[in-house]
């Protein structure tokens, strides 16, 4: 699905960049803006999901085996997160090939320039992903199941090495353009992939917001560094 009208949250943007308030002088400002405009009006985020059932038989508290893909999600932490869950739903989202030639071009001619846009494109891909988990929990919520917030490969435990059979199983280098390096990186850059679960009753207590202090990259995060987490 072609994602249309999402804005930058320039908070967001900001963040990326480091800036807890400090002053911006008039020129910089109006690069920012011009980073801003330049992402919402050339990018267009492509997003995908599918769900699948969670088998009950093959998952314990180290791993999730998901039915009808194959897919295994390593980690106490991804069984935490999907525990009592009766399906999980995996999505992906990408600003595609335009956001990498725009980046390249910009890292040529200006590295303040490049390092604005690659934060407003980072926003804007988390804009993206945010409004497909609404799509996700929408549909879940028309079929009267519940689901808990998205939680992607490289947090907690859930090791990026499982990103080739998630972009697999969703079929993403075929349907969105979205491929996986030999050191398990998402191409284009700017992408993100997650897991929902979804539950017939109530998440678990705990599932509904997850907790630095479970993270076992809770000391080195670098999002904690900027007030934020993985989770909101």
Do not use: W
């Amino acid at each position: 699905m072609d994602a249309e009208g999402l804005r930058v949250d320039r908070a967001e943007a900001l963040r990326y960049l480091g800036y807890e308030g400090q002053d911006m002088d008039a020129d910089l400002e109006r690069r920012f803006d011009e980073a801003v405009a330049a992402c919402e009006r050339d990018l267009r985020a492509r997003c995908v999901h599918a769900v699948f059932p969670v088998d009950p038989v093959r998952s314990d508290a180290d791993r999730v085996t998901l039915a009808g893909c194959g897919l295994v999600l390593e980690g106490r932490d991804i069984a935490r997160h999907l525990d009592g869950a009766c399906e999980a739903a995996l999505m992906a989202c990408t600003l595609g090939a335009e956001s990498e030639r725009a980046l390249r071009l910009r890292a040529a001619t200006s590295p303040t320039d490049a390092l604005l846009y690659d934060a407003a494109a980072s926003a804007l891909v988390e804009a993206a992903a945010d409004a497909e988990e609404a799509r996700i929990v929408s549909d879940a919520a028309a079929r009267g199941l519940r689901a808990n917030f998205r939680f992607s490969p490289g947090f907690g435990d859930l090791p990026l090495a499982v990103q080739p059979a998630f972009l697999a199983a969703l079929d993403a280098p075929r349907r969105i353009g979205l491929s996986v390096t030999s050191a398990n990186l998402l191409v284009p850059a700017k992408s993100v992939t997650a897991v929902v679960g979804l539950f017939a009753g109530e998440p678990p207590a705990g599932s509904a917001r997850s907790t630095c202090a479970s993270c076992g990259l809770a000391e080195s995060c670098p999002l904690r560094s900027q007030g934020r987490t993985c989770h909101g």
